[in-house]
């Protein structure tokens, strides 16, 4: 009996052992395994955009990690790309980018024109620029101008002065060929092209007129100009001669009803044949008088109606045929013989040649 109450009591002790140890040593276990768990959570790697980025799985941390690393991955780059803009200036032509110079290298690179042959074939036309010798020399060697103070030396065109603060540009240091500003360049009343940021005159000039030089577009250029001035001052003889042309006529209102006439010998008439004033040509300009034969006003060679005592301007005749009033705004025009009204409707007529005269008479006597 008392050996058996002692195994009893043995088993008791092993089955309390068992309860008591194993548990805590799962829980020391589970506690240990959850650790790791926890760890590689922590050191979970993704991907954001080029860059490895470790990455806290828990529940408090994960949707602010990636967003951090992002916004520290793309700082550098944009950085970066605005110190690069902001040593560079772009150079236009017309409407499309031709070079950008490079205030670090002190190049003019362009944007299409590429090297056909040699060592560098295929990579962009790129000038240098010394500024200690002014020179400015292609990727070989080649001069391609010199640059100094309110002056350019390019080779096949010689020695461009600037000389005044509107930039004319000249050959002889007189006649002007065009002018350069900090950003433009107009040679022979064409505008070559813009500097996206302001930059020294002679080197907007610099490059311009190297783009000019050795092509022959200059001389066309010159050419162009000539051609364009001639036709503009015969033009402006023809227009002359039409504000002094007085010629035998008669005003008509819209409905055809006469409302006067000229005659001849420049007598203004009205409807009913009395003279009511006198035109006729004094020099440069082409003068209106009353029946009394009191100045009323003036036509000048320019076109410029002027009426009354004070010579006050009244109205405008454009060669093309606008008539504007003295402030610029537009009164009527004339086609032809016919004569409009500001809103393009015709409202009358003059039956004679000198349809300019008859215009600026139309001030004086049968309103515009």
Same mark, same amino acid.
């Given at each position: 009996?008392?050996?058996?109450?002692?195994?009893?009591?043995?088993?008791?002790?092993?089955?309390?052992?068992?309860?008591?140890?194993?548990?805590?040593?799962?829980?020391?276990?589970?506690?240990?395994?959850?650790?790791?768990?926890?760890?590689?959570?922590?050191?979970?790697?993704?991907?954001?955009? &080029?860059?490895?980025?470790?990455?806290?799985?828990?529940?408090?941390?994960?949707?602010?990690?990636?967003?951090?690393?992002?916004?520290?991955?793309?700082?550098?780059?944009?950085?970066?790309?605005?110190?690069?803009?902001?040593?560079?200036?772009?150079?236009?032509?017309?409407?499309?980018?031709?070079?950008?110079?490079?205030?670090?290298?002190?190049?003019?690179?362009?944007?299409?024109?590429?090297?056909?042959?040699?060592?560098?074939?295929?990579?962009?036309?790129?000038?240098?620029?010394?500024?200690?010798?002014?020179?400015?020399?292609?990727?070989?060697?080649?001069?391609?101008?010199?640059?100094?103070?309110?002056?350019?030396?390019?080779?096949?065109?010689?020695?461009?002065?600037?000389?005044?603060?509107?930039?004319?540009?000249?050959?002889?240091?007189?006649?002007?060929?065009?002018?350069?500003?900090?950003?433009?360049?107009?040679?022979?009343?064409?505008?070559?092209?813009?500097?996206?940021?302001?930059?020294?005159?002679?080197?907007?000039?610099?490059?311009?007129?190297?783009?000019?030089?050795?092509?022959?577009?200059?001389?066309?250029?010159?050419?162009?100009?000539?051609?364009?001035?001639?036709?503009?001052?015969?033009?402006?003889?023809?227009?002359?001669?039409?504000?002094?042309?007085?010629?035998?006529?008669?005003?008509?209102?819209?409905?055809?009803?006469?409302?006067?006439?000229?005659?001849?010998?420049?007598?203004?008439?009205?409807?009913?044949?009395?003279?009511?004033?006198?035109?006729?040509?004094?020099?440069?300009?082409?003068?209106?008088? &009353?029946?009394?034969?009191?100045?009323?006003?003036?036509?000048?060679?320019?076109?410029?109606?002027?009426?009354?005592?004070?010579?006050?301007?009244?109205?405008?005749?454009?060669?093309?045929?606008?008539? &504007?009033?003295?402030?610029?705004?537009?009164?009527?025009?004339?086609?032809?013989?016919?004569?409009?009204?500001?809103?393009?409707?015709?409202?009358?007529?003059?039956?004679?040649?000198?349809?300019?005269?008859?215009?600026?008479?139309?001030?004086?006597?049968?309103?515009?």
């Amino acid at each position: 009996m008392k050996r058996h109450m002692q195994n009893q009591n043995l088993r008791w002790a092993v089955a309390l052992f068992f309860a008591l140890a194993i548990p805590a040593t799962s829980h020391a276990q589970l506690g240990g395994l959850g650790k790791k768990i926890k760890t590689a959570a922590k050191t979970t790697v993704k991907t954001v955009g &080029d860059v490895d980025v470790k990455v806290n799985t828990g529940t408090s941390t994960t949707t602010t990690t990636a967003p951090a690393a992002t916004s520290t991955t793309t700082a550098p780059t944009s950085g970066a790309s605005q110190t690069a803009s902001a040593s560079e200036t772009s150079i236009y032509g017309e409407t499309w980018q031709l070079a950008s110079y490079n205030h670090g290298t002190k190049q003019f690179k362009f944007t299409e024109r590429k090297y056909e042959a040699g060592d560098h074939a295929g990579q962009p036309v790129t000038y240098t620029y010394d500024e200690t010798t002014g020179e400015v020399r292609d990727i070989d060697g080649t001069l391609k101008g010199t640059i100094s103070k309110d002056c350019v030396d390019v080779p096949g065109i010689g020695k461009v002065s600037i000389i005044n603060e509107r930039g004319t540009l000249s050959l002889d240091g007189t006649t002007s060929i065009g002018r350069v500003t900090t950003y433009d360049f107009t040679c022979y009343g064409s505008k070559m092209g813009t500097f996206g940021k302001n930059e020294p005159r002679e080197l907007v000039a610099f490059f311009f007129l190297s783009e000019l030089a050795g092509s022959g577009k200059m001389e066309t250029l010159k050419k162009n100009y000539e051609s364009r001035q001639q036709r503009q001052a015969q033009a402006a003889a023809a227009f002359k001669e039409k504000l002094k042309n007085v010629t035998a006529g008669s005003f008509q209102d819209l409905a055809g009803n006469k409302l006067g006439s000229i005659t001849a010998d420049g007598k203004v008439l009205n409807k009913l044949g009395s003279q009511i004033g006198l035109v006729k040509v004094n020099g440069s300009n082409t003068e209106v008088y &009353d029946a009394l034969n009191h100045r009323l006003g003036y036509i000048t060679d320019t076109g410029n109606v002027c009426k009354g005592t004070a010579n006050e301007k009244v109205g405008q005749l454009q060669s093309s045929g606008t008539i &504007d009033s003295s402030v610029g705004s537009k009164l009527g025009s004339i086609n032809g013989n016919d004569f409009y009204d500001s809103k393009s409707n015709r409202i009358g007529s003059f039956s004679g040649k000198g349809v300019y005269v008859a215009a600026a008479l139309r001030f004086f006597f049968f309103s515009f």
